[in-house]
């Protein structure tokens, strides 16, 4: 039991390592004239934060994803790479 919960933690951090370094990527691929295709996504969440006002305590709760082809890319990769280890 205690490995399949290791493994599901390891598999978690590898999928958001390859979604966070496939953005990032994409993001700057976007610049080039050839590789702008990487760029190309889409984002979804809050335009503007909700805000909860309680007088003596003020939270703010923002959310917002932004899925391209690089970070999709990363996301395989990432699965790949956890297969082989």
Avoid: C, H
């Avoid at 305590?57 to 990432?78: D, P, Q, R, V």
Wanted: charged share 15%; aromatic share 14%.
């Amino acid at each position: 039991m205690a490995t399949r919960d290791k493994n599901f933690w390891i598999l978690l951090i590898f999928i958001l390592a390859g979604l966070v370094i496939g953005g990032l990527l994409g993001d700057l691929a976007a610049k080039v004239d050839w590789l702008w295709w990487l760029g190309f996504g889409q984002q979804f969440g809050l335009e503007t934060p909700l805000v909860l006002d309680l007088s003596i305590l003020k939270i703010t709760f923002g959310f917002m994803i932004k899925i391209n082809i690089a970070s999709i890319i990363g996301i395989a990769i990432a699965l790949f790479l956890y297969r082989k280890v």
